[in-house]
């Protein structure tokens, strides 16, 4: 057995053009969906998000405002930037790039953006929303990780699902959309202790701890769709996930690749919690 690729390049791009058609429709009403990014510091990796963000932006045909601010901006400065975002019209969402300097509370930053505008689905209210199953915007990473499922028609509903990793960016959410589709969900972590053991009892493994290469066939039970969301760079300049996908490929029944599953997903995820966000405050279905 040979597993399946989930190529979330072109599902992101199904997605876009449907974002794309229903962007023109909002426009002919005289809305046209705005998201405004926050950059504080000139990170090479968030530098390159960010860009990707606005390019994103002006191809689905959004209004864009990329904020760039110096590393020494204060958090007194950056939360004043944030309120002037909420109270913008024009804005519908806004994303404060993470990791922030030092010196910034994170928390405090996100806490201050507007939960109508939160289309990174990290403030407190989103993840309560989410976490008792009420209408939100969800995090980007994990809600493409369900699309990804769901339009591969890849059932859920009374499987057995195991995640590793128990960040609240990912590990976390994605456990919590598993278990509302009917998903009898484990999540394993760094403390425990007979991870093979539970990994091979999973029909869908979902990958998310940052270690290349972590997971070979040993891990596998025969026929599960395993979800990599790892991205790490060998010392080679190669860029690969947390699962050994060559090992691995022959024992499972769908995988994602690294590059091209999950992390293409995430940021057309973000145009779609936009959208969603213009839609809202506009009450359009």
């Not at 976390?172 to 484990?186: D, F, G, M, W, Y």
């Not at 026929?223 to 690969?240: P, Q, Y």
């Not at 029944?253 to 293409?264: C, D, E, F, Q, R």
Request: proline share 5%; hydrophobic share 40%; aromatic share 2%.
């Amino acid at each position: 057995m040979t597993a399946s690729v989930l190529d979330g390049k072109a599902l992101s791009r199904t997605i876009r053009e449907e974002v794309k058609q229903e962007t023109a429709r909002l426009q002919e009403l005289g809305i046209q969906p705005g998201l405004a990014v926050v950059l504080v510091g000139e990170d090479p990796a968030s530098q390159v998000y960010v860009n990707s963000k606005h390019k994103a932006c002006l191809e689905l045909g959004f209004y864009s405002e990329v904020h760039r601010l110096p590393n020494d901006t204060t958090q007194e400065q950056l939360l004043g930037l944030v309120d002037q975002l909420n109270q913008q019209g024009t804005i519908h969402g806004i994303l404060v790039q993470l990791p922030l300097p030092k010196h910034i509370d994170e928390k405090a930053v996100i806490d201050a953006i507007s939960v109508e505008k939160d289309v990174d689905g990290f403030h407190p209210i989103s993840v309560g929303n989410m976490v008792i199953g009420d209408e939100s915007l969800l995090p980007c990473t994990p809600a493409g990780m369900m699309e990804m499922l769901k339009r591969n028609r890849i059932p859920i509903e009374g499987k057995h699902a195991v995640v590793i990793g128990r960040s609240n960016i990912v590990g976390k959410p994605i456990s919590l959309l598993l278990q509302r589709e009917n998903a009898t969900v484990t999540m394993c972590h760094s403390r425990t202790n007979n991870m093979r053991e539970l990994t091979r009892m999973a029909d869908i493994l979902v990958v998310a701890i940052g270690k290349a290469h972590f997971v070979d066939r040993s891990f596998i039970k025969p026929g599960a769709v395993v979800i990599d969301v790892g991205m790490n760079r060998l010392e080679n300049g190669k860029l690969v996930g947390d699962v050994n996908f060559d090992d691995v490929v022959e024992e499972c029944s769908w995988i994602t690749p690294v590059p091209g599953g999950v992390g293409p997903m995430t940021i057309t995820m973000l145009m779609v919690n936009t959208l969603k966000a213009a839609k809202r405050v506009h009450q359009i279905q």
